[in-house]
């Protein structure tokens, strides 16, 4: 089994930053990916970045380009992604994910067996 824990998250007014994290505990393969996904209210979740901890490339959906940057650390079972310029419409409860994942369906959530609880992020306008 693995447990995922999210910290960070918060309320930022528009323009702001924040930094969430995602720790893994348990047996883990460093050729997983690590997603973060993300779910407004009355929303599907969707697929915000992702990272593969194998090789360090980085996926990111087209919303969030040039605003997110999504890392790891040495020991790839800590994953982090910086949120800079933030937009209200970047308001959402943000989850990690871990799995195994097929090129190309980085932002499908049947890609990721493991979740986090959910860290709730919130952007005033």
């Known amino acids: 089994q693995v447990q995922l824990v999210e910290s960070g998250g918060g309320s930022v007014q528009a323009g702001g930053s924040l930094r969430l994290s995602c720790a893994a505990y348990g047996y883990t393969y460093s050729t997983e990916y690590m997603g973060w996904f993300r779910q407004a209210p009355g929303k599907e979740r969707e697929g915000v970045a992702a990272?593969?901890?194998?090789?360090?490339?980085?996926y990111y959906a087209d919303s969030v380009k040039g605003r997110f940057t999504v890392s790891q650390d040495n020991t790839k079972e800590t994953v982090s992604l910086q949120m800079n310029s933030l937009k209200p419409e970047d308001t959402a409860m943000y989850y990690c994910?871990?799995?195994?994942?097929?090129?190309?369906?980085?932002?499908?959530?049947?890609?990721?067996?493991?979740w986090g609880q959910g860290t709730q992020v919130t952007v005033s306008s």
């Open positions: 990272i593969y901890l194998g090789g360090g490339s980085t």
């Open positions: 994910a871990r799995g195994n994942v097929w090129s190309g369906t980085w932002d499908q959530r049947n890609q990721y067996r493991y």
